[in-house]
């Protein structure tokens, strides 16, 4: 199954807007893991390593973004969902 998230053209303030909550989300999902999930050191740093990751991505996209002169950028962005028995499949 696919979910259809973004599909479109924006200016890059929207676009910067909206990567910028996207990501500010997966960050707040990676925080809350560290606060109430996470029973290991090893979870800890794997979602401290993907919350800087996710900043300096963020960080580089906006920084095309700007750079490229254009006024308008096109974002697409889904989610496929497929099930697994475990973690790690």
Same mark, same amino acid.
């Given at each position: 199954? *696919? $979910?259809?998230?973004?599909?479109? @053209? +924006? !200016?890059?303030?929207?676009?910067? =807007?909206? /990567? @910028?909550?996207?990501?500010? !989300?997966? #960050?707040? +999902? %990676?925080?809350?893991? $560290?606060? @109430? #999930? %996470?029973? !290991?050191? *090893?979870?800890? *740093?794997?979602?401290?390593?993907?919350?800087?990751? =996710?900043?300096?991505? /963020?960080? *580089?996209? #906006?920084?095309?973004?700007?750079?490229?002169?254009? @006024? %308008?950028?096109? /974002?697409?962005? %889904?989610?496929?969902?497929?099930?697994?028995?475990? $973690?790690?499949?």
């Amino acid at each position: 199954m *696919e $979910i259809k998230l973004i599909s479109g @053209t +924006f !200016t890059v303030e929207e676009a910067e =807007l909206l /990567l @910028t909550a996207i990501v500010n !989300t997966k #960050i707040a +999902f %990676h925080e809350n893991k $560290i606060r @109430t #999930i %996470h029973e !290991t050191e *090893e979870d800890i *740093e794997h979602s401290e390593r993907r919350i800087m990751a =996710l900043q300096a991505t /963020l960080r *580089e996209a #906006i920084v095309k973004m700007k750079r490229s002169g254009q @006024t %308008h950028t096109v /974002l697409n962005a %889904h989610i496929e969902v497929n099930t697994t028995p475990r $973690i790690g499949q």
